[in-house]
């Protein structure tokens, strides 16, 4: 990339993932003032509608943009950190990972009702069997549904009496400007989030260290850690991002603590874990938990 050059940004074409694209952009145009590209990248997860688990979820909108980016059609990619496969790839790196935005999941009813308000054997919306599982266990009589597509798809369903509400991502509607939908946050000991939900991930090419040095000023250091400490827990156990597994790390004044989450399909069998320590031991503290998990009995849980 040349000293002058705007920065051609991959994305998928979903306006959630347009919008995240558009942020990272904006930002680096602050910090370096270089004009920016989106390039929409079409995903095997935009064209197949069967459900996450099936298409296999891990990946699923994540492969054809880093090709885009291995390939030189992109200088730069942007993700959902949740949405990254576990398993490295060499050929790309983490550039960096702006200030993450609230990892809470959220209820968006009809009636502007909370979960406990909701009549019974309620239908909600949700793609995710994490989001599913924690459902069942804080009301063991509503039935999730399973639903795909976008955050106004999902909200539409709600407004036309297909589901009586939808679980989605706090950070979504925050970045989508719909945060009006939301009728319940969850607390974390409610439903703990996905691995690094509401935080975005900036790909470069690994051997592209010029593009490296130009995106590392929106490169958010706490953000870097509790993301990586959460993934460390995912990959640990071996599982994808449609597990019912949750993590959710902060740090103050240094100190990380993560809680990690795994929890039985049904709702009923749950493993909770909490640890700490250094920020700077942030993967390390993942894959202890992950451990500490599978000693308890995790794997178990997890089996379909």
């Known amino acids: 990339m040349s000293a002058l050059a705007s920065i051609r940004i991959g994305t998928r074409g979903s306006a959630l993932a347009v919008a995240q694209a558009r942020l990272v952009g904006e930002a ?35 492969t054809a943009v880093r090709e885009a980016l291995v390939d030189g059609r992109v200088d730069i990619a942007v993700h959902s950190f949740k949405d990254l496969p576990t398993a490295e790839d060499a050929r790309v790196a983490l550039a ?36 599913a599982a924690q459902l069942r266990r804080l009301r063991p009589d509503v039935e999730p549904v399973a639903i795909r597509g976008n955050a106004d798809t999902r909200l539409a369903a709600v ?22 939908a939301i009728t319940q946050v969850f607390d974390p000991a409610q439903m703990l989030p996905a691995p690094a ?28 850690q509790a993301a990586l400490a959460e993934r460390a827990v995912l990959a640990g156990l071996q599982a994808g991002c449609s597990a019912p597994v949750g993590a959710l790390a902060t740090i103050t004044d240094g100190t990380l603590t993560l809680r990690a989450r795994v929890i039985s399909d049904d709702g009923r069998n749950l493993l909770d874990h909490e640890s700490h320590g250094a920020a700077t031991d942030a993967e390390q ?20």
């Open 96 to 131: 960096a990972v702006p200030t993450r935005q609230d990892p809470a999941d959220v209820l968006c009813a009809a009636g502007h009702l909370a979960l406990p308000e909701l009549p019974p054997t309620a239908r909600i919306g949700t793609g995710s069997p994490r989001r």
């Open 159 to 180: 407004a036309d009496g297909k589901v009586d509400a939808v679980v989605l991502a706090r950070a979504g509607l925050a970045r989508l400007g719909r945060l009006d």
């Open 197 to 224: 939900q509401g935080a975005l991930a900036v790909e470069c090419r690994a051997d592209d260290a010029a593009t490296a040095v130009i995106v590392a000023p929106i490169d958010d250091a706490a953000s870097r």
């Open 28 to 62: 680096l145009a602050a910090a370096t003032g270089r004009g920016f590209e989106l390039v929409r990248i079409r995903t095997t997860g935009d064209v197949d509608r069967a459900p996450l688990a099936r298409i296999g979820g891990t990946g699923v909108f994540v």
């Open 285 to 304: 503290i993942g894959r202890a938990a992950a451990e500490a998990l599978f000693a308890a009995g995790a794997a178990e849980l997890m089996r379909p």
